[in-house]
C-alpha cells in the first residue's frame, strides 16, 4: 500500500509516468495552463479511471470524463489503473484545456502510462476476519478479528553439526531450516523492459536488521545454497534482481525475541526506484510494505498434559529417579535423565531452566529458557536440549550479578484465567521478589524486562524474600480439576497444619513422631505431635510464615480473579534458618504434577493407625478431583539441601490450544 503520488503534465511534450495497480495517481494539471483557460476536459484509454476531487466523492460509479468541468485550482485529477500494463505507455489520458469564448480547446496535455503491480505478500493470518478487504500489511491487529504477519524466533539449531543455534547463523544449513521461517513474497507484473531502467529494492531498518534476517532464494529450492543472506545485521537493503520472473521468494527468521525497548515489530519494504536518468539519482516511485510480529515464548503451567519428564542422576538418589521413572511412566511421559558426568551433582533442573514453545501458523516449537543461576547444570540447556526443533534462549546481566531467585523454581505460571473483567487465556507468569519500596532480593532486571516483553502473560510478582531459597514453588502450585475454572491452586498453610495437629492431639495421638523412617547419611531427630505444639518459637515464626503466605494469598486472589473455593490449603510447616524460612518437613507443594498423576515429597509426618497423617489429609482434599497421589522420598538427597520433587525435575508440556494472537492484551 502505497501513498498517492503526485505527477506533473506538460503542454510542451507528452509526458510519461508509471502508476501502481490500484493506488491513486493525481495528476497536476495547473504547473501549465493556457492563458483564458476556465474549463477543461480529461479522457483516458480503456482501463484508466479518473476521478475528479474534491467536487465529487470519488464514486466508481461516475467517471470524470463523461463531462467538461470548470477550471477550478481546488480539483485534482485522479487516475487508477486496476490491471498492470502489458506494455510500456499502452495507457494514456489526455487533458484538454477550453476557454468559455473559444470553441476549439486552447491546448493538449497528453500522460502516457504504465501500470505495474507490486506487492510485498505473506501469511497475514487473518484467518478469524471477515472481511479481509480492509487489512492493512503496514499494521499489526491483536484479537481474533485481528491479523498480521508472524515470525518465529530460529533459535532452535537444525544442523547438529553446527555450533550456534540458527538465529546466530547467515546461512541456511539444511532445508528443514527454513521451516522455521515465514515466507514472503514478491510479486511484480507489468511490462518486462521497464526493469530495464528501474529496480526494486527490498529494505528495512538498521534498527529492524539487529532483529530479523532475509534469505533470498537465488537458485533451485533444494539446495542450501541457494539462500542467500540479503538483510539481516550489518545488511539493511538489497537490489532484489528477478531471477524467477514475476516472483522472487524469501524466508524470514527473527534473531530476537521481544525485550526492553524492542516491542516484537519488525517491518519490510520493497520500493521501485526509477533509474532511467543518467544525470539524476534514483528516484523513488512506490512503496510496499509488510509488518512482522515477533512470535513470544510462552510458558506452560502445571496444568497442561506432560510429554517429557527430566531428573539428574546424582550420587544418592538412585530410589528418587526410580520413583519419578515410574510416575513418568504411569503419565505416558518421555523420560530424560541427566547423567552424573554432565550435572557434576547438581540436582536442581528445575532452577536451572524453564520450558516453554513459540508459535506461529505454520510451525510451532519448544524453546528452553535457560536461567542466568549458571550452576554446575549451565551446559545441560545449550548442549542437550536445543537441538532440531528445540529452540534456545537466555538473560543474563552484564555484571553477572544474581540471586538465588533468580533459579527458575522462582518462576511459575497460572493456568488460563480472568481477572478484573480482563481475560489471560494463557495465563499470567509468577515471579517471586520483595515487598513494594523493600531493598530485598528481586530476580534480576534483565529476565524482568524479558518476561514482560512477551506481553501474552503479563507478570504478576509476590513476596518470597521472607524465604531462605526465595522460590514461588515453596509454597504455592496448580492441579488440574474438573470443575470450577479447571484447576485449584495450592498453598503451603501452617495454620492448617497445626489446626490437623491439634485434633490429633485432641484424639489422644500427641506421641505420634515426624520423621520415623527416614533413611540417610545421618540420623535425623524424630519430634512428636506434643512437641511441635508446645514449641512457642515455631508456632511463632510460623505465624509470620502465615501471614506473608496470606499476603501472596490476596495478590494472587485479586490478579488472577480467584476466590477461596478455588485455593486449597495444604498442611506445611516452616522453620527459621537466619530469620528466613525453610520448609519444616518436606514440602508438600513443591510437587511434580503430570496430568492427574501427582509426585508429592513424602512429608514423614506422624504415623497414626499405621497411616501418615499428612500424607491422608493431602489425599482427602486432592483425591476428590480425580488426582492420583504418589509420595516420593526426597529427603536426604533434596529436602535436606533446601529443595524438593519439583525443584529436582522439569516438565515440557503440551502447547496451549489457544492460539497467542487471538488475545489481546
Same mark, same amino acid.
Given at each position: ?17 508509471? /502508476? ?102 505473506c501469511d497475514l493470518n487473518y484467518e478469524g476476519r471477515q472481511d479481509r478487504s480492509l487489512v492493512d500489511k ?28 540458527? @538465529? ?5 544449513? /539444511? ?48 539446495? /542450501? ?33 521481544p525485550d526492553a525497548g524492542f516491542p516484537g515489530l519488525v517491518s519490510f519494504r520493497v520500493t521501485l526506484l ?145 481477572? @478484573? ?12 521478589? @520483595? ?102 518459637? &515455631? ?33 506445611? &510447616? ?54 492420583? /497421589? ?19 525435575? @522439569? ?15
Open positions: 500500500m502505497s501513498l498517492q503520488r503526485i505527477v506533473r503534465v506538460s503542454l510542451e511534450h507528452p509526458t510519461s509516468a508509471v /502508476c501502481m495497480a490500484g493506488v491513486e495517481t493525481i495528476v497536476d494539471i495547473y504547473g501549465s495552463v493556457p492563458e483564458g483557460t476556465d474549463m477543461f476536459e480529461v479522457y483516458g484509454t480503456p482501463g484508466v479511471n479518473i476521478y475528479i476531487s474534491p467536487s465529487t466523492e470519488r464514486s466508481r460509479d461516475q467517471r470524470a470524463d463523461v463531462r467538461r468541468w470548470h477550471f477550478d485550482e481546488g480539483l485534482e485529477i485522479i487516475v487508477v489503473m486496476n490491471s498492470p500494463s502489458n506494455d510500456l505507455n499502452d495507457s494514456h489520458v489526455q487533458i484538454s484545456y477550453h476557454s468559455s469564448r473559444e470553441s476549439l480547446p486552447l491546448a493538449y496535455a497528453v500522460l502516457y502510462l504504465t501500470c505495474v503491480d507490486i506487492t510485498l505478500d503496514r499494521q499489526w491487529v491483536w484479537g481474533p478479528g485481528g491479523y498480521g504477519a508472524i515470525l518465529l524466533v530460529n533459535c532452535d539449531r537444525d544442523d547438529l553439526g553446527c555450533d550456534v543455534p540458527d @538465529n546466530c547463523d547467515q546461512h541456511v544449513r /539444511c532445508l528443514q531450516d527454513l521451516e522455521d521461517m515465514s515466507v514472503m513474497v514478491l510479486r511484480t507484473q507489468g511490462p518486462a523492459a521497464l526493469f530495464d531502467d528501474h529496480k526494486l529494492v527490498l529494505h528495512t531498518s538498521s534498527y529492524d536488521a539487529q532483529r530479523a534476517r532475509v534469505f533470498h532464494m537465488c537458485g533451485p529450492k533444494d539446495c /542450501c545454497e541457494a539462500y542467500k543472506c540479503v538483510l539481516g545485521q550489518d545488511k539493511v537493503s538489497y537490489k532484489v534482481p528477478r531471477l524467477h520472473g514475476d516472483e522472487e521468494r524469501f524466508f524470514v527468521e527473527g534473531i530476537s525475541f526509477d533509474d532511467s536518468n543518467e544525470d539524476f539519482s534514483e528516484t523513488p516511485l512506490f512503496t510496499d510494505t509488510v509488518v512482522f510480529r515477533v512470535a513470544p515464548w510462552i510458558m506452560t503451567p502445571s496444568t497442561l498434559p506432560p510429554l517429557e519428564v527430566y531428573v539428574c542422576r546424582v550420587r544418592n538418589n538412585t530410589h528418587f529417579v526410580e520413583a519419578v521413572a515410574e510416575l513418568a511412566s504411569r503419565a505416558g511421559c518421555k523420560l530424560t535423565i541427566c547423567p552424573q558426568t554432565e550435572n557434576r551433582n547438581d540436582r536442581w533442573i528445575q532452577d536451572e531452566m524453564e520450558l516453554g514453545y513459540v508459535e506461529a501458523p505454520h510451525k510451532t516449537f519448544p524453546v528452553v529458557f535457560d536461567s542466568p543461576r549458571n550452576g554446575e547444570l549451565q551446559d545441560f540447556p545449550y548442549k542437550r536440549i536445543l537441538g532440531i526443533d528445540f529452540g534456545y534462549v537466555t538473560r543474563e546481566p552484564r555484571d553477572k550479578s544474581v540471586s538465588g531467585l533468580d533459579s527458575f523454581g522462582n518462576l511459575e505460571v497460572s493456568p488460563p484465567v480472568v481477572a @478484573n473483567g480482563k481475560e489471560y487465556p494463557l495465563g499470567r507468569i509468577l515471579i517471586g521478589g @520483595n515487598l513494594p519500596g523493600s531493598q530485598g532480593r528481586r530476580i534480576t532486571q534483565v529476565v524482568r524486562n524479558f518476561l514482560h516483553a512477551q506481553k501474552v502473560q503479563p507478570p504478576v510478582e509476590l513476596f518470597v524474600d521472607w524465604l531462605a531459597v526465595g522460590h514461588v514453588d515453596e509454597f504455592l502450585s496448580f492441579v488440574p480439576a474438573p470443575d470450577g475454572k479447571g484447576f485449584r491452586m495450592l498453598l503451603a498453610s501452617p495454620a492448617a497444619c497445626f489446626r490437623l495437629f491439634q485434633e490429633k492431639q485432641k484424639w489422644g495421638h500427641g506421641r505420634a513422631l515426624l520423621f520415623q523412617g527416614v533413611v540417610g547419611d545421618r540420623p535425623v531427630r524424630t519430634i512428636s505431635i506434643d512437641q511441635v505444639l508446645s514449641n512457642r518459637n &515455631l508456632i511463632s515464626f510460623n505465624k509470620f510464615v502465615q501471614s506473608c503466605i496470606d499476603w501472596n494469598r490476596e495478590v494472587l486472589k485479586r490478579e488472577l480473579g480467584l476466590v477461596d473455593r478455588d485455593i486449597i490449603d495444604i498442611p506445611q &510447616l516452616f522453620k527459621s534458618e537466619q530469620k528466613k524460612a525453610m520448609a519444616f518437613f518436606p514440602d508438600l507443594v513443591n510437587m511434580l504434577v503430570l496430568g492427574k498423576y501427582l509426585g508429592i515429597p513424602k512429608p514423614f509426618g506422624p504415623v497414626i493407625n499405621g497411616r501418615c497423617c499428612l500424607e491422608e489429609k493431602v489425599r482427602s482434599l486432592l483425591e476428590p478431583l480425580g488426582l492420583h /497421589c504418589t509420595f516420593i522420598d526426597d529427603f536426604t538427597p533434596y529436602h535436606l539441601l533446601h529443595g524438593e520433587v519439583h525443584c529436582g525435575t @522439569n516438565v515440557r508440556r503440551k502447547p496451549f490450544d489457544f492460539k497467542w494472537w487471538n488475545m489481546v492484551p
